[in-house]
């Protein structure tokens, strides 16, 4: 297959003129090593004045100089110093643009030293070599192209962008670089050694184009393709930026990003962002001496990885405080695919060990797996603890330690994280599952534990509901949708240490009407204050006991302040409760004032207010107050339903107990007893007792005009006790054609011919059975509807004259499928139409017309009361002149000549074409043939070039005739040559002439050339006899050598050449002027450095050499000397497949060509020549 699709470009090529380019050097030969900057080595260039060159080159610069370079190349202890003023004044804001346009990297080496911002573009590439050092107040190195208009609105606003486009350098550096700014773009940046920007900013992008805030808040990097599977960023060095802001961008689509060295911006800003970002070595944006900690963002669309190096090293990520005060940074990793934090990785935002609080660390990703270290915990316990914050879909809570597996965070970490004082908080769309745990409890002490479904079916559940979740210090919040809670035990409970006696809060909620169920509840003991809120946007479910006081109870702060514990149990439909509840308060505190000591619970169902919302208790309810002489103490329990109030048989009876110790209340009603001391013991019951009602919500339908619609109304009403409704209606329809109604709520609606719009009616429903009372007035509204058609405006195109014909049905439609009927609205301007309902049309313009046209056409559905909708049809008469090209002629003195000049003339649309006039001014005369070629007839005594002119029309009324050139050389009158004498006779012996011992050098040179050997011998002689000292054996040899080279039996030459193309362009690419200027220009520069530069440098010399001798020792005309070496050694590269190679050497031989032709006519001399 890849022979077949080889052959039509070998084709073309055989055919093909060969291009003729100018290049900048013929004849190449090989360059010295580097020298230091010169005068040579700039373009042009605007604001610039150069002081000095050499070794230390010096130049001043105007703000906004542009200097065109075609090399920047220096060597090491070379220095290049830029001196830029502002107004007058050297100043670090003045900027100057550095373009390199030499198709090769630049290789800087020396030392770049500038006072103000120095931009150093080069499509092809910058090397910051290891010697090197860079000096300056911003340094901006791209390789990708920046416009002199991109550069100027950089200077001219600080709000626009940095915009790099085009170009495929790559940016390496193995320099020290020290700047206030330093910005490095390129198809890829690579980084070996360290980059210093103290309080500023670094910036490492790589991609096709880059768009970048001058601040480095904001980087766009676009990418057209997959890329080469290795980093497009990668960091092996120091970058610091203390105090500043430090950006590693790459592509979001296919871009990747790695770190093995060491990224610093204490107290800064650190940020990655691409497809893929990987770190192995260290991020550190710790605080500074003195200051706070920095923050740190890595961000990958497909993965981020935190991973060690070979050695075990590297993967550390941290935003800690400095030393023993301070508060924590922030550290985000985030990817819309997987986030993966290896083992024997660290990611720490930790504050002081004296003071300060925790940090933040958070982890946004489809998948997550953390395999390593995670701590956000504050030094010191006293102070806030920091926060692990994961965001993704799902998310699994799983038994024992840290087992490394994807979406799973393991108990024992989640311990040992609030244990240190770092709060969990995962968010989770659809949902949080929690297997057996082992040992039965997941304990938290200082730092929250904070599971939330997020979606709005997100749910929490736990496989065994005997599992506890307890605290003693951190919060315990838990939420969901509609999928609920399903949970085990909750406890909290004072701390061990008497530093902190408030419980830790639990919170527990759904939305959606998400139920909630869970075993026990208890508030185990406690100072100060302690609080449990339960609230169920759907039903509530307690299996177990409700305690406040389960291990002792509710103390008074050892203070003498008050003292109060609370929970609170809210459902919006229904709640059962299948434990028992029960309030103790304990005010004993002997020896201090006390205060007030409250145990307290609150049961309220049915906070919807709507259809549900009915209590059911099946255990005890007990209040207990307890206190010593200098305290109080209250116990209550407090119960509220919105419907019924249900006691269960287990239930136990009233019973009110009290002595001066304590007060004891236990009841299935409302109760309270006061003891002497004062305190209270109460528990307050109360049913609202509401009746369940028929909920009628309200029905919509739409319908096209005129078109039945159908439905039962009391689909989406609903009775409490699930009974059978009857409609009745209130207020009809005001549009309907025909309407009915059964009792059972099923209608049929039939609209008014052409109405549109809504119509409603009214009804109410009720039980069958008569239980209760009728629903509010319900409202059923219909919308009978009927969308316009669409019409586009089209746009058609006929050569001049010709009758079109087209339609507009593919452009027209109906949203409802309503057939469509198309008209006339209004005719054209130049033509006649004839159009039908179908759609279809004709249309004929005017004779000799060429321009637009149009007509506008209507659309309808043919509903009643539709109006038509219109668009416009426009017609393009067009006639395209013909393409005449210029003619080349031939003529002898005095003879004439029959030039068909149409031959090489076309039309666009295939006119037939005729010569139309001519106009010539010379001795000779012009004729128009009958069948349009021209006779040309030279003057008398004319011998020279003269041209003239002829006019092509394509026969178009109004068309207009186009002119061109003939050029014609007219020669002398050619005289026969005398016969030439052999003498002939039976004595004469055959013999071969051989010239200066070489017969067998002139016989490989014959049959070389494609000639006679007897002609060689004429010629071998002639050379001998010219004035010019032509050398034949010599020139026969140099002929030889140059052959052996283009003929390249081993295939090194061509490819050579084929390496190098591709280094610049597309094979399968044409070989454009630009592109062989280009390749030419490389070679000169690089064929000293570069293996195999210098074989087709080789290969190209032995091109010149061997057309020297054919056009300057031979004497054949350049252009037959070309068609000799075309076909000898171009010709067969292409047939071999080589059609790009063969493309450039083509190239290559025209400018050799064009050489020999111009030193020809300037020397004028009378050459031996080779006859035909």
């Given amino acids: 297959m890849e022979n077949v699709r080889r052959k039509p470009k070998e084709r073309c090529f055989r055919n093909v003129i060969i291009y003729s380019l100018i290049c900048c050097v013929m004849l190449n030969t090989s360059l010295s090593t580097a020298l230091a900057l010169d005068a040579v080595d700039v373009i042009n260039s605007s604001g610039a004045t150069p002081t000095q060159w050499g070794d230390h080159t010096i130049i001043n610069t105007d703000h906004g100089a542009i200097i065109n370079w075609n090399n920047f190349d220096t060597i090491g202890g070379e220095i290049v110093e830029f001196n830029q003023f502002l107004g007058g004044v050297e100043s670090s804001a003045s900027a100057v643009l550095n373009r390199i346009t030499s198709a090769s990297a630049t290789q800087f080496d020396g030392a770049l030293n500038g006072n103000g911002r120095v931009f150093v573009v080069n499509p092809a590439g910058i090397v910051f070599g290891s010697g090197s050092t860079v000096n300056v107040a911003q340094l901006v190195a791209s390789g990708l192209n920046m416009s002199n208009q991109a550069f100027q609105d950089v200077l001219d606003n600080p709000a626009n962008d940095m915009v790099f486009e085009g170009g495929a350098g790559i940016v390496e550096n193995l320099a020290q670089i020290r700047a206030n700014s330093v910005i490095l773009v390129g198809k890829k940046v690579l980084t070996q050694n360290g980059i210093v920007a103290p309080a500023g900013l670094i910036v490492l992008a790589a991609g096709d184009n880059v768009y970048l805030a001058q601040d480095g808040s904001q980087v766009l990097v676009e990418v057209a393709d997959v890329g080469d599977g290795t980093a497009d960023v990668v960091n092996r060095s120091l970058l610091n930026a203390d105090n500043g802001d430090l950006v590693l961008a790459a592509s979001d689509t296919f871009g990747a990003i790695l770190n093995r060295g060491y990224i610093n911006a204490r107290g800064g800003t650190i940020t990655a962002r691409a497809a893929r970002v990987e770190q192995a070595g260290v991020i550190n944006a710790n605080a500074p001496y003195a200051g706070e900690a920095g923050s740190i963002t890595l961000a990958g669309t497909q993965e981020v990885v935190l991973a060690t190096n070979e050695s075990g090293g590297g993967g550390t990520v941290t935003a800690n405080s400095y030393g023993v005060n301070g508060n924590g940074g922030s550290i985000t990793v985030e990817s819309e695919g997987t986030a993966t934090l290896g083992e024997g990785t660290l990611t720490s935002a930790s504050g002081g060990s004296a003071s300060g609080d925790g940090g933040s660390v958070k982890i946004t990703a489809e998948h997550f797996l953390i395999a390593g270290e995670i701590d956000a915990s504050p030094g010191n316990t006293d102070y806030e603890p920091g926060t692990l914050q994961i965001n993704s879909p799902n998310v699994t809570i799983a038994n024992g330690v840290n087992a490394g597996e994807m979406d799973i965070i393991y108990e024992q970490g989640i311990e040992a994280l609030s244990d240190k004082g770092t709060s969990l908080v995962i968010n989770s769309e659809q949902g949080i599952t929690v297997p057996d745990i082992v040992d039965g409890e997941i304990k938290g002490r200082y730092g929250n534990i904070e599971l939330y479904g997020t979606g709005t079916d997100s749910f929490v559940s736990f496989t065994d509901t005997t599992d506890t979740v307890s605290t003693t210090l951190g919060d315990i919040i838990i939420g ?693």
């Fill in 480 to 1172: 969901a949708g509609s999928g609920g809670l399903s949970i085990g035990n909750l406890e909290t409970a004072k701390d061990l240490s008497d530093t902190n006696p408030t419980p830790g809060r639990i919170i527990l909620s759904t939305s959606n009407r998400g139920n909630i169920t869970f075993e026990n509840l208890l508030i185990k003991d406690g100072w100060g204050h302690a609080e449990i809120n339960v609230n169920a946007s759907g039903e509530l479910t307690v299996n177990g006991n409700v305690v406040v006081g389960g291990d002792s109870p509710i103390l008074n702060i050892p203070s003498g302040q008050d003292a109060e514990a609370m929970i609170f149990l809210k459902s919006g439909d229904n709640m059962l409760l299948n434990g028992d509840v029960t309030a103790n308060a304990h005010g004993l505190n002997a020896g201090i004032e006390g205060g007030i000591t409250k145990a307290y619970v609150g049961v309220f169902a049915g906070t919807n207010e709507t259809w549900f919302g009915d209590l059911i208790i099946n255990g005890d309810l007990t209040a207990k107050a307890i206190s010593s002489s200098v305290g109080t103490s209250e116990a209550t329990i407090e119960t509220d339903s919105w419907g019924s109030l249900t006691w269960g048989p287990q239930a136990a009876d009233p019973l009110a107990d009290g002595d001066a110790a304590q007060v004891h209340v236990e009841s299935k009603e409302s109760a309270s007893d006061t003891n002497v001391d004062g305190d209270i013991a109460q528990i307050i019951v109360h049913a609202q007792g509401n009746a369940p009602e028929v909920d009628g919500v309200p029905d919509f339908g739409t319908t096209h005009m005129g078109t039945l619609v159908e439905g039962d109304v009391t689909d989406n009403d609903r009775h409490p006790e699930g009974d059978l409704l009857e409609t009745r209606v209130i207020a009809g329809p005001s549009h309907a054609k025909s309407f009915t109604i059964t009792g059972g709520g099923y209608y049929s609606y039939i609209p008014e011919d052409g109405y549109v719009g809504d119509d409603t009616f009214t009804y109410v429903a009720r039980s069958v059975q008569s239980v209760g009372s009728e629903s509010d007035p319900v409202v059923v509204t219909i919308t009978m509807t009927n969308t316009a058609p669409a019409a586009e405006a089209i746009t058609a195109t006929t050569h001049m004259g010709v009758i079109y014909a087209g339609t507009v049905a593919n452009n027209i439609s109906d949203p409802e499928n309503d057939p469509l009927t198309t008209a006339l609205a209004t005719g054209p301007g130049h033509g006649t139409l004839m159009m039908n309902s179908d759609g279809t049309y004709g249309y004929k313009p005017q004779a000799g017309y060429v321009g637009d046209d149009t007509f506008t056409y209507s659309v309808t559905d043919g509903e009643i009361g539709a109006e038509p909708v219109q668009a416009v049809v426009t017609v393009t008469m067009t006639n395209t002149p013909p393409t005449p090209d210029a003619d080349v002629a031939a003529a002898t003195q005095g003879v004439p000549v029959v030039i068909n000049v149409l031959a090489n003339d076309s039309d666009p649309e295939g006119d037939p074409l005729k010569v139309s006039s001519f106009t010539y001014t010379g001795a000779g005369t012009v004729a128009i043939n009958a069948n349009n070629t021209l006779t040309y007839t030279p003057g008398k005594n004319f011998i020279g070039q003269e041209s003239f002119s002829y006019s092509v029309t394509d026969n178009q009324i109004g068309g207009t005739p186009v002119a061109t050139t003939v050029m014609v050389t007219v020669g002398p009158a050619i005289t026969p040559p005398p016969a030439y004498f052999m003498p002939t006779g039976p004595d004469l012996d055959k013999t071969d002439v051989g010239i200066s011992g070489c017969p067998a050098l002139t016989k490989w040179a014959a049959e070389e050339i494609g000639v006679s050997r007897r002609r060689m011998d004429i010629w071998i002689a002639n050379g001998l006899a010219s004035t010019r000292g032509v050398q034949p054996c010599d020139a026969c040899t140099n002929l030889r050598e140059a052959a052996k080279i283009l003929a390249d039996a081993k295939g090194i030459h061509a490819a050579a050449v084929a390496q190098i193309i591709d280094e610049f362009g597309s094979s399968a690419g044409p070989m454009t002027e630009e592109l062989a200027a280009y390749i030419t220009n490389a070679m000169a520069h690089d064929s000293g450095t570069r293996a195999h530069y210098a074989i087709a440098q080789e290969y190209f010399g032995a091109l010149a050499e061997y057309m020297g001798v054919l056009h300057n020792d031979m004497g054949f005309s350049v252009e037959k000397a070309a068609q000799i070496v075309a076909k000898k050694y171009i010709d067969p590269l292409a047939g071999s497949g080589n059609v790009d190679v063969a493309s450039y050497v083509a190239a290559r031989l025209d400018s050799v060509a064009m050489f020999l032709t111009v030193v020809r006519l300037n020397r004028g001399k009378e050459m031996p020549q080779i006859r035909y």
